[in-house]
Structures are given as structure tokens and as C-alpha cells.
């Protein structure tokens, strides 16, 4: 099993291949459109408009067949997790993974105090239920850490960036503050989908609900600047120091205000990239929540376009609806621009 945060690391150092931000290359933008619960099928470029920041874009619809995915399952296996849930686990991202094409790779990671890639990118239909990783000593729960430095490391690969997590409780033990967090997982182009038992500590069922200019939930008042070396003794991880680059920045004060679980914030993090939190209803649906994420890739539209160069740098919203009535849409929130 290999210690991702060195990897990660490692992977850092070369630009082009861990992408933070969008520069020069399309923004892929996942849509999801449905009607009556259903995918809506067979539209064409036509049916859509692609809004950034209000402008309207021009785009193209990729091909799922000239767009392989590249699978990363990060599966929680910190102490709360049992051995039997751990194994519909792997049993579900194996029979996920067998139904993917010889183009598409899938690794798969673990993570409770820190993240260890137990599988590299490799052919999907190879994922082995029965390789149970070694259980670490339990440190707590770094979710938002696997997050962002998965996140880093499935960016890396070619084709379409996908995550699969589950977890089933609170971060306690991550580095990352939650804005740090919410700024760098939708700065990636990666599509997030998570997946939480009916036990999972916190809620999920409101959206946290970020005010306009606010660079980060109310929790960060607490904390007087965000930044790791205030909040946690020791050494930074090198895989995360370059998170702290930049200004700090400060909320202003909301009387009252709740801090959001972290559950919300992985809903959050996931709607806003596209994809979406689901909660299955007992144990023996962890394999369908699986199944049923699969589906919906499977159905889904990537819509692609070339960011404008002479926009000014910063997180650009993007708007997507289709010309079918009664159609639902969900698609990613927007992007952050660096020309």
C-alpha cells in the first residue's frame, strides 16, 4: 500500500500534471438532465445554453466514447467502519468497475487519519473485491484532506476525472480548513459523487448555503485567519503547502450562524461539480448507491468550452439549462479561471 500523501507530493512538483485551476485547457462541465425522475435522452448541442458569468458560450458536446474515465473510490476506514461494510464496499466499486470499457482506469484508495492509495490507475475490470488493505492505526477521520489530494492525484490522469467517496462520519483530523477545502475541490475539474450509509453522523438534507463574497463558512470565525499551522502543532503536509499560498483572507461576522456538518460540505463540494450526494436506506443498498451513480454517468452530457483569456482571473459562474419542458438540470457551478 502506498502513502498517497507522498505521492501526491511528488505528483506536485510538475505542473502539468496536477492541474489546481483551469489555464488554457476546456472546461469540461458535467449535465445531468431528467424528466419524471428519468434521463432524458438523444439531445443535441441545440437543446442547450451554456451561460458563464451570464455571457453565453459556445460549446460542444463530447462523445462519451472519445472521453475514457479515470475512477478514483476513496472508501472512509477509520475505526466506525466494519469489516463487513468495508466488503459490500469493494464488492460494489469491483462490479462498478466491470462495467466499464478496456479505455476507462479506476484506482482505488483509503483513508482515516491519512490517505493510502492501495491500487494504482489501472484497467477497471481488474478491481479485486477480496484485497482487503491493512488497517492503520486509527488517527481519526481526514476527509477533507482525501478530498482535495485525491482530487490532485485523479486530475493527473487522462480522460474524465471521476471520484467515488463514501464516508460515514465527521472530519476530524483533516488539515484543511472547510473554505480552503470548498475553494480548492471546485477549483479542480473533477466530478465528485459521494456516498453515505443511514448512520452517517451529521445532515445532509439542507444545502449549506454560502453567502455571496463570503470566502468561507461561519466555522472559519473561530479561527481568527485560515491557516493550518494556527489550528494544528507540527509540520504541514508538502502535498498541502501550496494551499496556503496567497493573501489570508477573513468573513465578516454572521450573528448566529450554524457551521456547516461535513456532510453538507461534501454535498456542497459534490453538486457543485456535477455530480451529487447519495444516501442509501440500509447496508445491503451500499452496492446499488454504486450502481445507481454509475447509471447516471452513464446518461449524462459533457458539454466543453475554451474559457475567454482576456477575463480577469477568479471563480467564474456557470449557468446550463436545456429548451425541454418539464426537464430538470444539474450540472457543475461554475469554474476558477487563471489565464
Known amino acids: 500500500m502506498i502513502p498517497l500523501l507522498a505521492a501526491v507530493a511528488l505528483t506536485a512538483a510538475t505542473p502539468s500534471q496536477v492541474q489546481f485551476r483551469v489555464t488554457t485547457q476546456e472546461v469540461l462541465v458535467d449535465v445531468v438532465v431528467t424528466r419524471d425522475g428519468r434521463p432524458v435522452a438523444g439531445l443535441v448541442p441545440e437543446d442547450f445554453t451554456l451561460r458563464d458569468e451570464g455571457e453565453s458560450r459556445g460549446f460542444r458536446i463530447v462523445p462519451q466514447a472519445d472521453l475514457p474515465l479515470s475512477v478514483l473510490f476513496l472508501m472512509d476506514l477509520s475505526t466506525s467502519v466494519t469489516e463487513e461494510r468495508a466488503r459490500r464496499l469493494r464488492e460494489a466499486a469491483a462490479r462498478f468497475g466491470a462495467q466499464l470499457t478496456a479505455r476507462d482506469r479506476c484506482a482505488h484508495a483509503v483513508f482515516a487519519g491519512d490517505l493510502r ?16 488493505p491493512d488497517r492503520a492505526p486509527a488517527r481519526g477521520t481526514a476527509l477533507r484532506d482525501a478530498l482535495v489530494l485525491g482530487s490532485a492525484l485523479v486530475e493527473g490522469e487522462p480522460g474524465r476525472p471521476v471520484i467515488v467517496v463514501f464516508t460515514d462520519g465527521e472530519d476530524t483530523a483533516s488539515w484543511l480548513p472547510e473554505g480552503l477545502f470548498r475553494d480548492a475541490l471546485l477549483g479542480m475539474n473533477v466530478l465528485v459523487y459521494g456516498v453515505i450509509p443511514p448512520d452517517a453522523a451529521g445532515t445532509a438534507r439542507t444545502p449549506y448555503r454560502y453567502r455571496q463574497f463570503d470566502p468561507s463558512p461561519p466555522s472559519v470565525l473561530r479561527r481568527q485567519r485560515i491557516g493550518m499551522r494556527r489550528m ?5 503536509p508538502d502535498a498541502l503547502e501550496a494551499l496556503l499560498e496567497g493573501p489570508r483572507r477573513r468573513m465578516r461576522s454572521r450573528s448566529g450562524a450554524r457551521p456547516p456538518s461535513e456532510l453538507q460540505l461534501l454535498r456542497h463540494a459534490a453538486e457543485g461539480s456535477g455530480g451529487r450526494l447519495v444516501r442509501t436506506r440500509d447496508e445491503e443498498r451500499l452496492a446499488a448507491a454504486y450502481e445507481e451513480i454509475l447509471d447516471e ?25 436545456v429548451g425541454v419542458p418539464g426537464a430538470t438540470v444539474r450540472a457543475r457551478a461554475g469554474y476558477s479561471h487563471r489565464p
Open 117 to 132: 492509495l492501495v491500487r494504482d490507475f489501472d484497467d477497471c475490470r481488474g478491481l479485486d473485491a477480496a484485497a482487503a
Open 232 to 236: 494544528n502543532p507540527g509540520q504541514v
Open 297 to 321: 454517468m452513464q446518461a449524462r452530457y459533457v458539454l466543453a468550452f475554451e474559457p475567454d483569456p482576456a477575463q480577469p482571473a477568479g471563480w467564474r459562474r456557470l449557468d446550463v439549462t
